[in-house]
């Protein structure tokens, strides 16, 4: 008689919430607050309409966005 095998697979969300995103970014919740206020960051979706919508973040578009925002270094060859 064999014994079964389980295997956990680590899914990762589609979307994070303001707070996940802000902690997958570095940043505060607030910073991401702010900056979506600005019109600045990353894109994201408003989920429900009337009252207040819940706001969470794509993660393909947290990694286009830090994929945009980076900087190659400019120093020559040491």
Do not use: H, K
Not at 16 to 39: D, F, H, I, M
Not at 61 to 68: E, H, I, Q, S
């Amino acid at each position: 008689m064999s014994t079964p095998t389980t295997t956990s697979t680590l899914v990762t969300p589609a979307a994070l919430t303001a707070e996940e995103a802000a902690t997958y970014l570095g940043l505060s919740r607030q910073t991401l607050a702010n900056w979506r206020v600005r019109g600045l960051g990353p894109a994201y979706s408003r989920l429900g309409g009337v009252g207040r919508p819940r706001i969470v973040y794509l993660v393909e578009d947290l990694d286009a966005f830090l994929r945009a925002t980076r900087v190659e270094t400019t120093g020559g060859q040491r």
